[in-house]
């Protein structure tokens, strides 16, 4: 009897990622880059065409699919707001994806959960807190298990906690989102104020190596304020180890430790601070993750 299919899409700003399992077996994985953005119809089309092939190629139907969306979806399951792809706001996730997978189970949920469930499942751990630092803020939260809050309850908006009352205005609109202040683009941002003088990624990854005072207090603004959102969900929820991934993250020697340390810092007595470790998956966590949501609507 052949084994049941189950597919994990990974919706990105930039592309779209997609691995079939079969049993405990990957028997199909695969991305394409968007094209250039111009209406939501015709990036439906896209991924339309790129799932045909993805079925000729797999010759096996479809038992269920897991997606992990990086927008906003609101209860009634309409893409409330997505900066990358303003395009898709309006949008009746639900219903597209439906008409895209007719014959399977289908369910989505945030990346960053995703991406929590993927870390959980990698690392043995029931109860853990990812952060993906990248050009925004993702993360997820996972309890016995289980995502937190669950599914159709709304996401683990870590990136939107606020840490700093007076902070730096955030695309949601508020201002002090974690998100404002320790995202990659946020980070670059404060290292160049601080140098007066424009800082891409690599510059900064070399000052900080040779420890270049304008690149060392970027980064550990942004390590304090990351250390000061776990601390918050530590004080809440109790979690047993936190990792950190996300590309930004992953570039910035030492940004691990450095958050480790911060959050040390803030320990109160009698009060242990999390372990806080890389991310085991890295860019391939929400897809991972998206795999693991399908098996459990196909359940």
């Known amino acids: 009897m052949e084994k049941p299919h189950h597919l994990g899409v990974d919706i990105g700003g930039t592309k779209v990622a997609f691995r079939v399992e079969a049993g405990a077996d990957c028997v199909d994985e695969s991305s394409f880059r968007w094209d250039p953005r111009h209406s939501v119809d015709r990036d439906l089309a896209q991924v339309a065409d790129h799932v045909a092939g993805l079925r000729r190629r797999i010759a096996a139907p479809l038992r269920s699919v897991g997606v992990a969306m990086p927008g906003t979806v609101g209860p009634d399951g309409r893409v409330t707001a997505w900066p990358s792809r303003p395009e898709w706001n309006g949008l009746d996730l639900d219903e597209s994806l439906r008409a895209l997978f ?3 189970a289908v369910a989505w949920a945030d990346d960053g959960d995703l991406g929590a469930l993927a870390e959980a499942e990698a690392a043995g751990c029931e109860d853990l807190l990812y952060l993906g630092v990248g050009t925004g803020i993702g993360g997820g939260l996972v309890l016995r298990g289980a995502l937190c809050p669950g ?5 683990f908006e870590i990136g939107h906690l606020i840490v700093d009352l007076d902070g730096a205005p955030c695309v949601c609109g508020r201002r002090g989102c974690l998100q404002a202040i320790a995202s990659g683009p946020a980070t670059l941002s404060r290292a160049a104020r601080l140098r007066t003088a424009p800082a891409t990624f ?5 000052a900080l190596r040779e420890g270049e005072p304008w690149a060392v207090t970027a980064v550990d603004r942004t390590c304090r304020a990351l250390a000061a959102a776990v601390s ?3 004080e809440l929820v109790h979690p047993r180890l936190v990792l950190i991934g996300g590309g930004f993250a992953a570039g910035i020697p030492g940004l691990v430790p450095m958050v480790s340390e911060r959050l040390a810092e803030l320990a109160r007595p009698g009060q242990p601070p999390l372990p806080v470790e890389p991310a085991a998956l890295g860019g391939l966590s929400s897809l991972r993750g998206a795999v693991s949501l399908a098996r459990l609507v196909a359940s």
């Not at 599914?151 to 996401?155: Q, T």
């Open 102 to 104: 007719p014959e399977a």
């Open 151 to 155: 599914l159709g309850r709304g996401s």
């Open 202 to 206: 690599e510059e900064l990854r070399r």
């Open 232 to 234: 918050g969900v530590q």
